[in-house]
Protein backbone atom coordinates (compact mmCIF):
# COMPACT_ATOMS: atom_id res chain seq x y z
CA UNK A 1 0.00 0.00 0.00
CA UNK A 2 1.63 3.66 -1.13
CA UNK A 3 2.30 6.14 1.87
CA UNK A 4 0.03 8.90 2.31
CA UNK A 5 0.36 12.79 1.98
CA UNK A 6 0.74 13.53 6.53
CA UNK A 7 -1.89 16.26 7.73
CA UNK A 8 -2.14 15.45 11.35
CA UNK A 9 0.60 14.73 13.96
CA UNK A 10 4.89 14.23 13.31
CA UNK A 11 5.39 12.10 10.00
CA UNK A 12 6.05 8.36 10.21
CA UNK A 13 8.32 7.64 7.28
CA UNK A 14 6.61 3.83 7.28
CA UNK A 15 3.06 6.48 6.32
CA UNK A 16 3.87 9.37 5.04
CA UNK A 17 5.96 10.89 2.15
CA UNK A 18 8.49 12.57 4.17
CA UNK A 19 11.58 14.84 2.79
CA UNK A 20 14.56 14.61 5.47
CA UNK A 21 13.77 16.16 8.49
CA UNK A 22 16.66 17.50 9.42
CA UNK A 23 17.23 19.63 6.38
CA UNK A 24 14.45 21.59 7.59
CA UNK A 25 16.65 22.85 11.06
CA UNK A 26 19.94 24.69 11.18
CA UNK A 27 22.60 22.60 10.49
CA UNK A 28 24.80 23.88 13.60
CA UNK A 29 21.90 23.09 16.02
CA UNK A 30 23.62 20.79 17.66
CA UNK A 31 26.52 23.48 18.49
CA UNK A 32 24.07 24.91 20.79
CA UNK A 33 23.29 21.42 22.63
CA UNK A 34 27.08 21.26 22.89
CA UNK A 35 27.74 24.68 23.83
CA UNK A 36 24.52 23.77 26.80
CA UNK A 37 22.78 26.59 25.79
CA UNK A 38 18.66 26.65 26.63
CA UNK A 39 17.28 27.58 23.48
CA UNK A 40 13.81 28.48 21.36
CA UNK A 41 12.96 26.96 17.90
CA UNK A 42 9.54 28.63 16.51
CA UNK A 43 7.27 27.97 13.70
CA UNK A 44 4.21 28.28 13.06
CA UNK A 45 1.48 25.43 13.27
CA UNK A 46 1.84 22.45 11.36
CA UNK A 47 4.67 23.12 9.70
CA UNK A 48 7.13 20.04 10.93
CA UNK A 49 8.65 21.41 14.44
CA UNK A 50 7.77 17.82 15.80
CA UNK A 51 8.89 16.25 13.27
CA UNK A 52 12.08 17.51 12.62
CA UNK A 53 12.83 17.95 16.39
CA UNK A 54 12.05 14.40 17.20
CA UNK A 55 14.85 13.11 14.13
CA UNK A 56 17.09 15.67 15.81
CA UNK A 57 16.70 13.89 19.28
CA UNK A 58 17.69 10.33 17.71
CA UNK A 59 20.48 12.29 16.56
CA UNK A 60 21.55 13.45 19.27
CA UNK A 61 20.76 9.50 21.29
CA UNK A 62 23.22 8.21 18.58
CA UNK A 63 25.97 9.80 19.41
CA UNK A 64 25.40 8.62 23.32
CA UNK A 65 27.08 11.69 24.92
CA UNK A 66 23.63 12.98 26.42
CA UNK A 67 20.49 11.61 27.41
CA UNK A 68 18.33 13.15 25.70
CA UNK A 69 14.26 13.14 26.14
CA UNK A 70 11.79 14.23 23.83
CA UNK A 71 8.50 15.00 25.72
CA UNK A 72 4.95 16.82 24.46
CA UNK A 73 3.37 19.22 27.40
CA UNK A 74 0.32 19.51 25.82
CA UNK A 75 -1.37 17.53 28.87
CA UNK A 76 -1.36 20.73 30.62
CA UNK A 77 -3.06 22.01 28.08
CA UNK A 78 -5.99 25.19 29.44
CA UNK A 79 -5.02 24.75 32.69
CA UNK A 80 -5.14 28.02 34.17
CA UNK A 81 -4.16 26.82 37.53
CA UNK A 82 -0.27 26.69 38.49
CA UNK A 83 -0.53 24.04 41.30
CA UNK A 84 -2.44 21.97 38.97
CA UNK A 85 -0.76 22.09 35.95
CA UNK A 86 2.66 21.73 36.95
CA UNK A 87 2.17 17.63 37.69
CA UNK A 88 1.24 17.25 34.09
CA UNK A 89 4.02 19.37 33.20
CA UNK A 90 6.68 16.69 35.38
CA UNK A 91 4.30 13.70 34.63
CA UNK A 92 4.83 14.25 31.11
CA UNK A 93 8.78 14.54 31.27
CA UNK A 94 8.70 11.60 33.74
CA UNK A 95 6.82 9.16 31.60
CA UNK A 96 9.23 10.06 28.45
CA UNK A 97 12.12 9.61 30.51
CA UNK A 98 10.68 5.97 30.61
CA UNK A 99 10.22 6.06 26.84
CA UNK A 100 13.74 7.15 26.07
CA UNK A 101 16.51 6.13 28.33
CA UNK A 102 17.83 3.14 30.02
CA UNK A 103 15.84 2.31 33.32
CA UNK A 104 19.36 3.20 35.06
CA UNK A 105 18.58 6.85 33.79
CA UNK A 106 14.29 7.15 34.69
CA UNK A 107 13.44 9.88 36.58
CA UNK A 108 12.01 10.24 39.76
CA UNK A 109 7.69 10.04 39.96
CA UNK A 110 6.66 13.42 39.79
CA UNK A 111 4.67 13.00 43.29
CA UNK A 112 7.88 12.61 44.81
CA UNK A 113 8.01 16.47 44.55
CA UNK A 114 4.24 17.33 44.74
CA UNK A 115 4.96 19.59 48.18
CA UNK A 116 7.67 21.41 46.46
CA UNK A 117 7.17 24.86 45.79
CA UNK A 118 9.44 24.49 42.69
CA UNK A 119 8.29 21.47 41.63
CA UNK A 120 9.87 21.23 38.18
CA UNK A 121 13.10 22.74 39.41
CA UNK A 122 13.05 20.30 42.18
CA UNK A 123 12.47 17.33 40.25
CA UNK A 124 14.73 18.15 37.59
CA UNK A 125 17.41 19.14 39.97
CA UNK A 126 17.21 15.47 41.71
CA UNK A 127 17.12 13.57 38.14
CA UNK A 128 20.27 15.30 37.10
CA UNK A 129 22.38 14.13 39.94
CA UNK A 130 21.69 10.55 39.62
CA UNK A 131 22.67 10.65 36.14
CA UNK A 132 26.08 10.21 34.50
CA UNK A 133 25.29 12.09 31.12
CA UNK A 134 24.19 15.67 30.63
CA UNK A 135 20.53 15.65 30.53
CA UNK A 136 19.26 17.34 27.37
CA UNK A 137 15.11 18.14 27.20
CA UNK A 138 13.27 19.18 24.46
CA UNK A 139 10.21 20.23 25.27
CA UNK A 140 7.27 20.18 22.51
CA UNK A 141 3.52 22.02 22.75
CA UNK A 142 5.17 24.89 25.10
CA UNK A 143 2.35 27.17 23.65
CA UNK A 144 -0.08 24.60 25.58
CA UNK A 145 0.90 26.78 28.75
CA UNK A 146 -0.56 30.08 29.45
CA UNK A 147 -0.74 32.45 32.04
CA UNK A 148 1.25 31.58 35.61
CA UNK A 149 1.70 27.88 34.51
CA UNK A 150 3.75 29.09 31.56
CA UNK A 151 5.68 31.53 34.17
CA UNK A 152 6.62 29.11 37.13
CA UNK A 153 7.60 27.03 33.73
CA UNK A 154 10.34 29.20 32.56
CA UNK A 155 11.16 31.00 35.51
CA UNK A 156 11.90 27.81 37.71
CA UNK A 157 13.82 27.13 34.20
CA UNK A 158 15.47 29.67 34.36
CA UNK A 159 16.70 29.87 38.25
CA UNK A 160 17.96 26.37 37.29
CA UNK A 161 19.79 27.46 34.65
CA UNK A 162 21.81 30.16 36.53
CA UNK A 163 22.77 27.86 39.60
CA UNK A 164 23.93 25.22 37.22
CA UNK A 165 27.58 25.66 38.34
CA UNK A 166 26.42 24.79 42.08
CA UNK A 167 23.31 22.59 41.71
CA UNK A 168 22.78 19.83 38.95
CA UNK A 169 20.22 20.65 36.11
CA UNK A 170 19.80 19.69 32.55
CA UNK A 171 23.06 20.95 30.38
CA UNK A 172 20.32 22.20 27.16
CA UNK A 173 16.57 22.81 27.41
CA UNK A 174 14.62 23.54 23.43
CA UNK A 175 11.58 24.82 23.79
CA UNK A 176 9.42 24.67 20.91
CA UNK A 177 6.32 25.92 19.61
CA UNK A 178 5.46 29.06 17.76
CA UNK A 179 6.36 31.56 20.21
CA UNK A 180 9.34 33.91 19.97
CA UNK A 181 12.10 34.16 21.62
CA UNK A 182 11.36 37.84 23.33
CA UNK A 183 7.54 36.54 24.90
CA UNK A 184 9.60 33.29 26.07
CA UNK A 185 12.53 36.21 27.78
CA UNK A 186 9.86 38.50 29.02
CA UNK A 187 7.60 35.01 30.46
CA UNK A 188 10.78 33.37 32.39
CA UNK A 189 11.75 36.78 34.46
CA UNK A 190 14.09 38.71 31.91
CA UNK A 191 13.94 41.51 29.48
CA UNK A 192 12.35 40.69 26.46
CA UNK A 193 14.72 42.90 24.80
CA UNK A 194 17.42 40.99 22.37
CA UNK A 195 21.00 41.23 24.02
CA UNK A 196 19.79 40.84 27.88
CA UNK A 197 20.87 38.25 29.96
CA UNK A 198 18.32 35.29 29.93
CA UNK A 199 18.92 31.06 29.77
CA UNK A 200 16.98 31.52 25.93
CA UNK A 201 20.35 33.12 24.86
CA UNK A 202 19.91 32.14 20.97
CA UNK A 203 19.82 35.63 18.61
CA UNK A 204 17.07 37.40 17.60
CA UNK A 205 16.86 35.51 14.38
CA UNK A 206 15.62 32.65 16.95
CA UNK A 207 15.84 29.03 15.41
CA UNK A 208 13.36 27.93 13.06
CA UNK A 209 11.81 25.33 10.93
CA UNK A 210 12.24 25.94 7.28
CA UNK A 211 9.05 25.58 4.52
CA UNK A 212 9.65 23.46 1.48
CA UNK A 213 10.87 25.75 -2.05
CA UNK A 214 9.30 24.38 -4.92
CA UNK A 215 11.98 22.04 -5.52
CA UNK A 216 11.01 19.96 -2.78
CA UNK A 217 7.85 19.97 -3.14
CA UNK A 218 8.59 18.40 -6.48
CA UNK A 219 10.74 16.10 -4.72
CA UNK A 220 7.83 15.30 -1.91
CA UNK A 221 5.38 14.79 -4.63
CA UNK A 222 8.06 12.78 -6.46
CA UNK A 223 7.43 9.38 -3.57
CA UNK A 224 3.82 9.77 -4.40
CA UNK A 225 4.98 9.61 -8.18
CA UNK A 226 7.67 6.79 -7.69
CA UNK A 227 4.59 4.47 -5.39
CA UNK A 228 1.45 4.88 -7.39
CA UNK A 229 2.78 6.31 -11.07
CA UNK A 230 0.38 8.74 -10.53
CA UNK A 231 2.15 11.96 -11.82
CA UNK A 232 1.70 16.18 -11.31
CA UNK A 233 2.07 18.13 -14.43
CA UNK A 234 4.92 21.03 -13.72
CA UNK A 235 2.57 23.15 -13.94
CA UNK A 236 0.62 21.64 -11.37
CA UNK A 237 4.06 21.83 -9.01
CA UNK A 238 4.12 25.40 -9.68
CA UNK A 239 0.46 26.05 -8.68
CA UNK A 240 0.80 24.22 -5.69
CA UNK A 241 4.34 26.82 -4.68
CA UNK A 242 1.90 29.70 -6.21
CA UNK A 243 -0.70 28.62 -3.20
CA UNK A 244 1.20 27.86 -0.52
CA UNK A 245 4.78 29.12 -0.50
CA UNK A 246 5.87 26.23 0.71
CA UNK A 247 3.46 26.19 3.99
CA UNK A 248 3.59 22.40 4.59
CA UNK A 249 0.67 21.47 5.68
CA UNK A 250 -0.66 23.25 2.87
CA UNK A 251 1.45 21.17 0.37
CA UNK A 252 0.66 17.89 2.18
CA UNK A 253 -3.19 19.11 2.29
CA UNK A 254 -3.82 19.78 -1.41
CA UNK A 255 -2.12 16.74 -2.50
CA UNK A 256 -4.23 14.49 0.03
CA UNK A 257 -7.19 16.48 -1.07
CA UNK A 258 -6.68 15.42 -4.98
CA UNK A 259 -5.23 11.78 -4.14
CA UNK A 260 -7.76 10.92 -1.14
CA UNK A 261 -10.64 13.63 -1.18
CA UNK A 262 -11.10 13.69 -4.68
CA UNK A 263 -10.06 9.85 -5.62
CA UNK A 264 -8.45 11.36 -8.80
CA UNK A 265 -6.28 8.56 -10.45
CA UNK A 266 -5.27 10.51 -13.57
CA UNK A 267 -2.46 13.06 -14.24
CA UNK A 268 -2.55 15.88 -11.93
CA UNK A 269 -3.26 19.03 -13.11
CA UNK A 270 -3.55 22.60 -11.90
CA UNK A 271 -7.53 21.94 -12.37
CA UNK A 272 -7.37 19.13 -9.45
CA UNK A 273 -5.03 21.78 -7.86
CA UNK A 274 -7.32 24.39 -8.17
CA UNK A 275 -10.42 22.28 -7.11
CA UNK A 276 -8.15 20.88 -3.76
CA UNK A 277 -7.80 24.48 -3.03
CA UNK A 278 -11.41 25.17 -2.96
CA UNK A 279 -12.52 22.05 -1.03
CA UNK A 280 -9.56 22.87 1.52
CA UNK A 281 -11.19 26.12 2.38
CA UNK A 282 -14.44 25.30 2.26
CA UNK A 283 -13.88 22.28 4.48
CA UNK A 284 -12.43 24.97 7.34
CA UNK A 285 -10.35 22.21 8.70
CA UNK A 286 -8.18 23.11 12.32
CA UNK A 287 -5.25 24.24 10.60
CA UNK A 288 -6.94 26.82 8.89
CA UNK A 289 -9.61 27.09 11.85
CA UNK A 290 -7.20 27.89 14.25
CA UNK A 291 -5.73 30.80 12.22
CA UNK A 292 -8.28 32.04 11.39
CA UNK A 293 -9.68 32.63 15.06
CA UNK A 294 -6.47 34.51 15.80
CA UNK A 295 -7.96 37.14 13.07
CA UNK A 296 -9.97 38.34 16.36
CA UNK A 297 -7.07 39.47 18.36
CA UNK A 298 -5.97 43.38 17.90
CA UNK A 299 -2.17 42.28 17.65
CA UNK A 300 -3.41 40.53 14.30
CA UNK A 301 -5.71 43.30 13.24
CA UNK A 302 -2.69 46.26 13.74
CA UNK A 303 -0.38 44.18 11.14
CA UNK A 304 -3.01 42.90 9.31
CA UNK A 305 -5.23 45.44 8.39
CA UNK A 306 -2.87 47.85 6.56
CA UNK A 307 -1.90 44.92 4.37
CA UNK A 308 -5.34 44.33 3.03
CA UNK A 309 -6.21 48.04 2.95
CA UNK A 310 -3.04 48.78 0.84
CA UNK A 311 -2.60 51.78 2.82
CA UNK A 312 0.56 52.21 4.90
CA UNK A 313 3.85 51.01 5.98
CA UNK A 314 4.17 49.50 9.33
CA UNK A 315 6.35 51.52 11.27
CA UNK A 316 8.53 50.64 14.55
CA UNK A 317 5.90 50.72 17.00
CA UNK A 318 4.29 47.54 14.75
CA UNK A 319 7.74 45.30 15.18
CA UNK A 320 6.15 43.07 17.90
CA UNK A 321 2.65 42.66 16.34
CA UNK A 322 4.57 42.05 13.08
CA UNK A 323 6.79 39.40 15.04
CA UNK A 324 3.54 37.82 16.52
CA UNK A 325 1.76 37.65 12.78
CA UNK A 326 4.92 35.63 11.00
CA UNK A 327 5.07 33.39 14.13
CA UNK A 328 1.73 32.51 13.56
CA UNK A 329 2.89 32.00 9.75
CA UNK A 330 0.05 34.61 8.49
CA UNK A 331 2.66 37.21 7.19
CA UNK A 332 6.18 36.82 4.89
CA UNK A 333 8.21 37.95 2.42
CA UNK A 334 7.06 37.66 -0.55
CA UNK A 335 9.22 38.47 -3.43
CA UNK A 336 10.48 41.35 -1.33
CA UNK A 337 7.15 42.80 0.14
CA UNK A 338 5.83 42.06 3.25
CA UNK A 339 2.33 40.50 2.35
CA UNK A 340 -0.24 37.75 3.49
CA UNK A 341 1.64 34.53 4.04
CA UNK A 342 0.62 32.13 0.39
CA UNK A 343 -2.03 32.98 -1.82
CA UNK A 344 -4.67 30.40 0.35
CA UNK A 345 -4.21 32.50 3.07
CA UNK A 346 -4.66 35.95 1.24
CA UNK A 347 -8.27 33.92 0.01
CA UNK A 348 -8.95 33.23 3.38
CA UNK A 349 -8.66 36.20 5.66
CA UNK A 350 -10.82 38.35 3.81
CA UNK A 351 -13.29 35.70 2.97
CA UNK A 352 -13.39 35.39 7.20
CA UNK A 353 -13.32 38.82 7.32
CA UNK A 354 -16.72 39.18 5.37
CA UNK A 355 -18.47 36.49 6.71
CA UNK A 356 -21.07 39.10 8.00
CA UNK A 357 -21.44 40.91 4.72
CA UNK A 358 -21.41 37.85 2.53
CA UNK A 359 -24.36 36.60 4.71
CA UNK A 360 -26.43 40.24 3.95
CA UNK A 361 -25.11 39.61 0.07
CA UNK A 362 -26.86 36.54 -0.13
CA UNK A 363 -29.87 37.61 -0.83
CA UNK A 364 -29.10 39.66 -3.97
CA UNK A 365 -30.36 38.89 -7.34
CA UNK A 366 -27.51 38.18 -9.67
CA UNK A 367 -28.78 40.51 -12.58
CA UNK A 368 -25.21 40.75 -13.95
CA UNK A 369 -25.17 37.28 -15.19
CA UNK A 370 -26.06 37.00 -18.86
CA UNK A 371 -28.43 34.77 -20.19
CA UNK A 372 -25.33 32.83 -21.87
CA UNK A 373 -23.55 32.70 -17.83
CA UNK A 374 -21.11 35.32 -18.78
CA UNK A 375 -20.57 38.46 -16.61
CA UNK A 376 -21.73 41.81 -17.48
CA UNK A 377 -19.37 43.95 -15.42
CA UNK A 378 -21.26 46.89 -15.95
CA UNK A 379 -23.99 45.78 -14.62
CA UNK A 380 -22.28 44.26 -11.06
CA UNK A 381 -20.38 47.20 -10.60
CA UNK A 382 -24.06 48.61 -10.49
CA UNK A 383 -25.45 46.09 -7.91
CA UNK A 384 -22.48 46.76 -5.87
CA UNK A 385 -23.15 50.18 -6.04
CA UNK A 386 -26.73 50.00 -4.96
CA UNK A 387 -25.58 47.66 -2.34
CA UNK A 388 -23.40 49.89 -0.90
CA UNK A 389 -25.51 53.19 -0.27
CA UNK A 390 -27.77 50.70 1.44
CA UNK A 391 -26.18 49.69 3.03
CA UNK A 392 -22.41 51.21 3.94
CA UNK A 393 -22.67 53.17 6.22
CA UNK A 394 -23.70 50.74 9.04
CA UNK A 395 -21.16 48.64 7.50
CA UNK A 396 -18.46 50.65 8.17
CA UNK A 397 -19.67 51.69 12.04
CA UNK A 398 -19.65 48.28 12.56
CA UNK A 399 -16.39 47.09 11.24
CA UNK A 400 -13.91 45.54 13.29
CA UNK A 401 -11.01 46.30 10.65
CA UNK A 402 -12.25 49.97 9.82
CA UNK A 403 -9.03 50.84 8.18
CA UNK A 404 -9.59 47.94 5.53
CA UNK A 405 -13.58 47.54 5.94
CA UNK A 406 -14.11 48.63 2.57
CA UNK A 407 -11.97 46.45 0.84
CA UNK A 408 -13.05 43.63 2.75
CA UNK A 409 -16.97 44.29 1.82
CA UNK A 410 -16.11 44.57 -1.60
CA UNK A 411 -13.90 41.21 -2.16
CA UNK A 412 -17.01 39.76 0.03
CA UNK A 413 -19.10 40.98 -2.94
CA UNK A 414 -17.04 39.36 -5.69
CA UNK A 415 -16.55 36.45 -3.62
CA UNK A 416 -20.29 35.40 -3.63
CA UNK A 417 -19.64 36.62 -7.60
CA UNK A 418 -16.79 33.99 -8.28
CA UNK A 419 -18.75 31.23 -6.51
CA UNK A 420 -21.03 30.75 -9.37
CA UNK A 421 -18.23 30.00 -11.32
CA UNK A 422 -14.49 31.59 -10.96
CA UNK A 423 -12.15 33.08 -9.31
CA UNK A 424 -10.36 35.99 -7.82
CA UNK A 425 -6.57 36.45 -7.78
CA UNK A 426 -5.99 38.96 -5.13
CA UNK A 427 -2.71 41.61 -4.82
CA UNK A 428 -2.30 43.65 -1.55
CA UNK A 429 -0.28 44.80 0.76
CA UNK A 430 1.46 47.48 2.61
CA UNK A 431 1.91 50.44 1.59
CA UNK A 432 0.93 49.73 -2.08
CA UNK A 433 -1.67 52.26 -1.65
CA UNK A 434 -3.68 49.84 -3.53
CA UNK A 435 -5.60 46.60 -4.04
CA UNK A 436 -5.64 44.70 -7.27
CA UNK A 437 -7.98 42.14 -7.93
CA UNK A 438 -8.11 39.75 -11.40
CA UNK A 439 -11.70 38.22 -11.56
CA UNK A 440 -11.39 34.74 -13.79
CA UNK A 441 -15.00 33.70 -14.77
CA UNK A 442 -14.96 30.38 -16.55
CA UNK A 443 -18.51 29.50 -16.34
CA UNK A 444 -20.00 31.26 -19.35
CA UNK A 445 -19.61 30.29 -23.22
CA UNK A 446 -15.68 31.62 -23.03
CA UNK A 447 -13.06 32.45 -20.03
CA UNK A 448 -13.68 35.93 -19.10
CA UNK A 449 -10.88 38.40 -16.93
CA UNK A 450 -11.74 41.47 -15.24
CA UNK A 451 -8.91 43.68 -13.32
CA UNK A 452 -10.38 45.92 -10.58
CA UNK A 453 -8.20 47.94 -8.31
CA UNK A 454 -9.77 49.64 -5.20
CA UNK A 455 -8.46 53.13 -3.88
CA UNK A 456 -9.41 55.26 -0.86
CA UNK A 457 -9.79 59.18 -0.76
CA UNK A 458 -8.61 60.39 2.63
CA UNK A 459 -9.63 63.58 4.16
CA UNK A 460 -6.77 65.98 3.33
CA UNK A 461 -5.15 63.51 0.43
CA UNK A 462 -5.93 65.18 -3.36
CA UNK A 463 -8.49 62.60 -5.40
CA UNK A 464 -6.07 59.45 -5.89
CA UNK A 465 -7.39 59.41 -9.71
CA UNK A 466 -4.37 59.89 -11.14
CA UNK A 467 -2.16 58.01 -9.34
CA UNK A 468 -5.08 55.37 -9.53
CA UNK A 469 -4.99 54.94 -13.32
CA UNK A 470 -1.35 55.23 -12.92
CA UNK A 471 -1.07 51.72 -11.10
CA UNK A 472 -3.97 50.55 -13.08
CA UNK A 473 -2.45 50.76 -16.12
CA UNK A 474 0.63 49.02 -14.99
CA UNK A 475 -1.34 46.16 -13.63
CA UNK A 476 -3.53 45.84 -16.50
CA UNK A 477 -0.55 46.11 -19.25
CA UNK A 478 0.92 42.98 -16.54
CA UNK A 479 -2.29 41.27 -16.93
CA UNK A 480 -2.32 41.73 -20.92
CA UNK A 481 -5.35 43.71 -20.67
CA UNK A 482 -6.81 46.31 -22.88
CA UNK A 483 -9.73 47.55 -19.95
CA UNK A 484 -10.21 47.50 -16.33
CA UNK A 485 -12.37 49.28 -13.56
CA UNK A 486 -10.86 51.72 -10.93
CA UNK A 487 -13.57 51.63 -7.81
CA UNK A 488 -12.78 54.68 -5.63
CA UNK A 489 -13.85 54.84 -1.93
CA UNK A 490 -14.57 58.28 -0.13
CA UNK A 491 -13.75 58.55 3.55
CA UNK A 492 -13.41 61.88 3.74
CA UNK A 493 -14.80 63.85 6.30
CA UNK A 494 -17.16 65.42 5.20
CA UNK A 495 -18.12 62.72 2.37
CA UNK A 496 -20.35 62.81 -0.11
CA UNK A 497 -23.74 62.15 0.85
CA UNK A 498 -24.61 58.42 0.84
CA UNK A 499 -27.44 58.74 -1.86
CA UNK A 500 -24.60 60.28 -4.06
CA UNK A 501 -22.65 57.55 -4.59
CA UNK A 502 -22.20 54.83 -7.25
CA UNK A 503 -21.11 57.27 -10.35
CA UNK A 504 -19.51 55.91 -13.03
CA UNK A 505 -17.49 58.28 -15.59
CA UNK A 506 -14.81 56.95 -18.33
CA UNK A 507 -11.24 57.49 -18.21
CA UNK A 508 -8.26 56.43 -20.11
CA UNK A 509 -4.50 55.63 -19.29
CA UNK A 510 -1.73 56.97 -20.48
CA UNK A 511 -1.23 53.60 -22.99
CA UNK A 512 -4.61 53.89 -24.06
CA UNK A 513 -6.36 51.34 -22.09
CA UNK A 514 -10.04 52.25 -21.06
CA UNK A 515 -10.99 52.31 -17.55
CA UNK A 516 -14.97 52.53 -16.06
CA UNK A 517 -14.25 54.58 -12.73
CA UNK A 518 -16.09 54.40 -10.26
CA UNK A 519 -17.05 57.28 -7.38
CA UNK A 520 -18.22 54.87 -4.01
Known sequence: MPRQFNTAGPNDTAKHYTLPPLGRIPADLSSLVENENYFVLHAPRQSGKTTSMMAFADQLR??????????????????????????????????????????????????????????????????????????????????????????????????????????????SVCLFGMRNIRDYKAASGGSPNIGTSSPFNVSRDAVTVAYFNR??????????????????????????????????????????????????????????????????????VTHIDSLMARLREDRVRRVLAPILAGERQLDDSDEADLEYCRDLGLVGDVDGDLAIANDIYKEVIPRELAANPQAKLAALEA????????????????????????????????AHWPEAAHQIVFMAYL?????????????????????????????GPDKQRFAVELKV?????????????????????????????????????????????GTVS??????????????L
Request: no cysteine.
Open 62 to 171: AAGRWAVVYATLETARNIAEEKLALPKVVDAIAKASRVYLPAEEHSPQWAEFAAEANMLGAFLTAWSARLRRPLVLLLDEIDSLEGAPLMAVLSQLRAGYLTRKVAPFPA
Open 215 to 284: AEIAELYGQHMAETGQNFTELAIDRVWQLTRGQPFLVNALADFVVRKQKWTGLIDVAQVDLAKEQLILAR
Open 367 to 398: TWKRADGSIDISVLFHEFAAFWRENGEWMLTR
Open 415 to 443: QKVVNGGGSIAREYGAGRKRVDLLVEWTA
Open 457 to 501: WRTGKADPLAEGLVQLDAYLQRMGLGEGTLAIFDLRVPARAWEDR
Open 506 to 519: EAETASGRKVAVWR
